[in-house]
């Protein structure tokens, strides 16, 4: 089974970065997707970035050219790189891995993302 597991959030002032980390472990067969959604308090979850298995990425209109998803080689963590950061970025940030062929979503806990005006 897909477990998920975010770090690297906290509170950071306007124009700073952070990277958030999700590392993974289990196994997955079929065509994956992994992304990073938020969520921020009254809003529904909103997908940031999505990386998939051979390296396409999609991004936010609201984010594009600030951040960043990658994966390291042995595709074990998955990031968001931050940039130039907006208090309109405060959420919690959750980690998720879609697998294509029997369309089931892993997520993690959630990482808290605080950005200060």
């Known amino acids: 089974q897909v477990r998920l597991v975010e770090s690297g959030g906290g509170l950071v002032q306007a124009g700073g970065s952070l990277r958030l980390s999700c590392a993974r472990s289990g196994s997955i067969f079929g065509i994956n997707v992994m992304a990073w959604y938020r969520q921020a308090p009254g809003k529904q979850r909103e997908l940031v970035a999505a990386?998939?298995?051979?390296?396409?990425?999609n991004y936010a209109d609201s984010v594009k050219g600030r951040f960043f998803i990658s994966r390291d080689n042995a595709k074990t963590t998955v990031y968001l790189q931050m940039n130039s950061l907006k208090p309109e970025d405060t959420a919690v940030y959750y980690c998720n891995e879609y697998e294509t062929l029997l369309h089931h979503n892993y997520w993690g806990q959630g990482t808290q993302v605080t950005v200060s005006s």
């Open positions: 990386i998939t298995s051979g390296g396409s990425t």
